[in-house]
Structure formats: structure tokens, C-alpha cells
């Protein structure tokens, strides 16, 4: 693997990782809106103690609004995604300026949503900037290291996300495969315990792992 500074490392993992938040975080909340406009309850304290973050909020739709595009809440949609910003930022001679252009973008759309009434198109138009960065990574970086750090974090997010939340559970497996895959091409150092649990649970979960004791070791896996 070709030197990068530790700094830059932390910069490209933690920006795979904030990737994966604001792309499955804004699907999630848009299923949950348009359950609102159905009609439906939503259960925002039970989302919130899985997340381990406050519940805070008067209402849920107090909840969407704020939880969402209230920059100023350091859980919040809005600030997952000025800190992918803000590490596109710094690393723009790394991942170029086209690729970060579409992180801009999502940033943008969620300022726009902000203010109107029924954001569902903001939202999409997130949803799809995020995945335009992705794609841009793989053609714009040409370092294949500097891409699996970004990936390995992404994955590190999705596998998070699945066992915090207890959804797509069956992917769990598949997820840990791809995720191991693009660590050993990262280059990035790993917590011998935690890989060792990892590996345990994809080799038919020899020792019955729990999902809280393997969300631990996916959480402690990448020494920064």
C-alpha cells in the first residue's frame, strides 16, 4: 500500500462511514414520512434508544423535521451530512473535485428540503448525489487502497445500522463478506478480537454471537 498519513486515513474512513449514514438514514426517513402522510404512528423514542441518541422532540413530526434538517443537532441527518462535507472538504486533491461536487450537492438538497412542506424530492435527490459520489469514486480515485478505506467504512455504517435497528438482518452475512474483502485491500489496522469475532460469526456463528456483541466488534474492528 503506498504511504498515506494517519490523518488522511481517518478522514477516508470516517467519510465512507458518513456516507452510509446520510444514504441509509435519509431512505429510512422517507419510508417513515410517507408513513406519516398515510396516516401511520411512528415509534421515533423506540429509533432513537437504538440509535443511543436523545429523544428530544415534541412530536414526531417534530421529530422528522428537526432530526433531519436541524444542522445544529449533532444526530441529526443534516449534521451526518456536513461532516461527510467537511471530510470531502479536506480531502479534495484525494477523491477530486467532480467526486466531492455531488457530496455538495446532497448538502444542498437537504438545505432546500429544509424549508418545504413536503420534501420527499429533496430527499430523493439525496439519496441519488449520494449514490452519484459512489460511483464517481470509483472513477475519479485512482488509488485502489483509498477506495476500499472509503468502502471498508461504508460497509463498517451499513453493518452498524442493520444491527442497531434490527432490519435487514438476512444481509448481515452477505454485508460482513464484502465489508472483509475491501478491509484486507484497505490497508487500515484492525482490532485482532474483534476481526476474530467476525470472523467466528460468518463461519455459521460457531459461538452464537449476539447481534449487540457483534455490533461491538464491527464498532471496535478498524484501529484509527
Known amino acids: 500500500m503506498d504511504y498515506v498519513s494517519l490523518t488522511k486515513t481517518n478522514r477516508l474512513y470516517w467519510l465512507g ?6 444514504l441509509s438514514t435519509t431512505q429510512y426517513m422517507m419510508y417513515w414520512y410517507d408513513s406519516m402522510i398515510d396516516g401511520a404512528a411512528i415509534d421515533y423514542k423506540d429509533y432513537c434508544e437504538k440509535m443511543g441518541i436523545p429523544a428530544d422532540y415534541e412530536s414526531p413530526e417534530a421529530f422528522i423535521q428537526e432530526y433531519i434538517f436541524d444542522k445544529e443537532n449533532a444526530f441529526s441527518l443534516r449534521h451526518a451530512a456536513e461532516e461527510m462535507l467537511a471530510n470531502g472538504m479536506v480531502l479534495r486533491e484525494t477523491i477530486s473535485s467532480k467526486t466531492l461536487a455531488y457530496i455538495q450537492m446532497a448538502v444542498n438538497a437537504l438545505e432546500l428540503g429544509k424549508t418545504d412542506s413536503a420534501p420527499g424530492v429533496e430527499l430523493q435527490w439525496v439519496v441519488d448525489d449520494v449514490m452519484a459520489f ?23 455504517e451499513r453493518l452498524s445500522l442493520y444491527l442497531r ?21 484497505s490497508g487500515l489496522q484492525t482490532n485482532a478480537m474483534s476481526l476474530g469475532r467476525i470472523y467466528l460469526y460468518g463461519n455459521e456463528n460457531q459461538l452464537n ?14 484501529v484509527l
Open 17 to 22: 462511514r458518513y456516507c452510509e449514514r446520510v
Open 134 to 156: 459512489r460511483g464517481s469514486c470509483d472513477d475519479f480515485i485512482e488509488e485502489e487502497f483509498v477506495r476500499n478505506i472509503i468502502k471498508t467504512g461504508i460497509s463498517i
Open 165 to 185: 435497528l434490527g432490519y435487514n438482518l438476512e444481509n448481515v452475512a452477505k454485508e460482513m463478506k464484502k465489508m472483509l474483502n475491501r478491509l484486507h485491500k
Open 209 to 222: 454471537i449476539s447481534d449487540e456483541d457483534l455490533l461491538k466488534a464491527v464498532e471496535n474492528l478498524v
